[in-house]
């Protein structure tokens, strides 16, 4: 079970290019984050989905967009790269819709914008 | 718009001591998370609290949540070097977003 993948590890990406940061899961779960880590400022939240079909605004979401087609697919774009996007991305899920309902988390991409 | 906040944020202590990093949560949360990550990698969770009162226990530590006064505890008892790491705190606000404090790096000095 390979739970949450994010493609690619790592990108090198120069200033006004886009980009698209890959995020899929196997374990059915409803809800999908994307989330950057900076140094002193912990996760924050860029966008959610909830279910296939619809998504939401987190907490930094300007420069950032995406789509949830399916359930297993939730990409990130960013549509004109800036150095401050600068940051470790992290996808996550869960179900919430059941009990426990915690996110689990991809193993991140870290993204250079120069 | 739920907000959360821990402290401290940055935490150097002696192996065998104990201490608690403290979770304070602005709104309604159904539920609240604590998480561990160690340096480059990715987080695991560790404690998934659901109702006022709730403690949960793994090794050397334990997570409590008090929902009158917004305020989750992670407590260390006798701290060893393997729990280095920054851990994070997390609220579900009713929009089922999953909001983040800025997490509280530890440091256990042998």
């Known amino acids: 079970i390979a739970g949450i993948t994010q493609a690619p590890t790592s990108q090198i990406l120069a200033a006004g290019r886009r980009m698209t940061l890959r995020c899929t899961q196997d374990?059915?779960?409803?809800?999908m984050y994307w989330y950057r880590q900076d140094l002193g400022l912990g996760l924050r939240l860029i966008h959610y989905s909830n279910t296939a079909g619809t998504t939401g605004k987190g907490e930094v979401p300007d420069g950032y967009s995406v789509s949830r087609a399916n359930t297993d697919d939730f990409p990130l774009t960013l549509a004109s790269a800036v150095p401050s996007q600068t940051s470790v991305y992290f996808c996550a899920s869960s179900d919430s819709a059941g009990g426990i309902t915690e996110a689990f988390f991809g193993q991140g991409t870290r993204l250079t914008v120069v | 718009e739920l907000k959360v906040e821990q402290n401290p944020l940055f935490l150097s202590m002696q192996e065998g001591k104990n201490y608690t990093i403290y979770c304070n949560y602005s709104?309604?949360?159904?539920?609240l998370y604590w998480y561990r990550q160690d340096p480059g990698k990715s987080l695991e969770s560790l404690f998934v609290?659901?109702?006022?009162?709730a403690v949960k226990q793994e090794g050397r530590l334990m997570a409590s949540l008090d929902t009158k006064a917004r305020l989750s505890t992670l407590h260390i008892t006798a701290a060893v070097h393997d729990l280095s790491a920054t851990y994070f705190c997390a609220g579900r606000d009713r929009d089922d977003k999953i909001i983040f404090g800025k997490g509280t790096r530890l440091h256990i000095l042998p």
């Open positions: 374990m059915r779960h409803n809800a």
């Open positions: 709104t309604t949360s159904d539920r």
């Open positions: 609290l659901l109702s006022n009162g």
